[in-house]
């Protein structure tokens, strides 16, 4: 694309850097840039700014946090024995909406993807097992994702924790509440009988 | 959402007030940032903040311009007697793309929209009117999107202009009612610039 200014030209190259974004999105949201008020275009960029200098991570479990300690890490309340190990802070904010976990997290940053050039030293795995090796966690549940990237990362921590006397579970994987069986993919299909669980669980 | 940082709540507002992009969207661009050198981060934000804080327009046609004049209005070999009517600097750009126009641009920034709170005086019309009373221009191609706020601002002008020795016409629908013309294919795009019709015709 010519652009017939160099302005133009670089929001829409910032714009392109996102993922999901291609160039006419790019065009699209610059232009739309143009028609708000000069301050509030300054408070747009100034925020991304101002996260990436200023950004933090909790010290324990390095989930993004303002304070030394997330929330969860701080709250007395919580579970120490059991960790439930995610990706980043989208999968903590999920889990927490359900309610249904009062242990902590530890935030990998990312999963390992040899294809990205990430490796096991790019993830916070070294943390997490200097937490399990000083004693007092009784659980650690995986909550990757089911992609080759999550698989080779559980497989990982798996083999890192080996020697540890630290019980070790994943996420179950079956068909989501609602769905149809019939449109459930064999795999997911054959994993929800393989690992079923008793009626009365299902009722709570 | 409940997020663990305000620096995380930030980003994430301010990316949710660009149009199609929601909280979930904004969330997983804001982490995307997090991944970033910090120097492009600021170069990210400063983009934007420079974009609207110098931002030039043709004061000839009206188009984003780092010029006084545009380099379409500043050729001396494009035809002053045929303006083209469009609504945003995309417009210029896919028309440029098809090569078929040779003449001038006249920019309105909008197109008259009453639901939006967008009336006549908010577009660049009466300098397009102004442009027309001084003599010269042998024709008018209105060439906006097929919407009613693109009809409603073609008739609008049409109006205008009623009184001048000014040809009007309209470009061949040969593009799809309700399409929008930065996505039109070159080619469609090329041929109803020049199976231009008379404004008249567009009215049956």
């Known amino acids: 694309m010519n652009f017939s200014s160099k302005l133009i030209q670089d929001a829409v190259e910032q714009f392109s850097r996102l993922p999901g974004i291609g160039r006419k999105s790019a065009l699209r949201l610059t232009l739309h840039l143009l ?5 509030e275009v300054r408070d747009f960029g100034e925020a991304f700014i101002s996260l990436r200098e200023n950004i933090n991570y909790c010290n324990d479990c ?3 946090s303002d304070l030394e300690l997330c929330e969860i890490c701080a709250n007395p309340n919580r579970d120490n024995q059991t960790i439930c190990v995610v990706e980043d802070i989208r999968d903590v904010m999920a889990i927490e909406n359900t309610h249904q976990f009062k242990g902590k997290y530890h935030v990998l940053g990312g999963v390992i993807s040899p294809m990205d050039g990430v490796g096991p030293d790019d ?3 070294d943390s997490l097992v200097e937490k399990v090796s000083k004693g007092g966690v009784k659980e650690i549940i995986l909550a990757l994702s089911t992609t080759m990237e999550g698989d080779t990362t559980n497989f990982y921590i798996f083999k890192r924790l080996k020697g540890f006397e630290v019980k070790m579970t994943v996420i179950a994987r079956g068909i989501s509440m609602g769905d149809e069986l019939e449109y459930a993919d064999e795999l997911t299909l054959g994993r929800s009988i393989v690992n079923r669980t008793p009626y009365e669980n299902s009722l709570a």
Chains 1, 2 share one sequence.
């Open 35 to 39: 028609k708000m008020e000069k301050g």
């Open 62 to 64: 390095h989930n993004i």
């Open 123 to 125: 993830v916070n795995i």
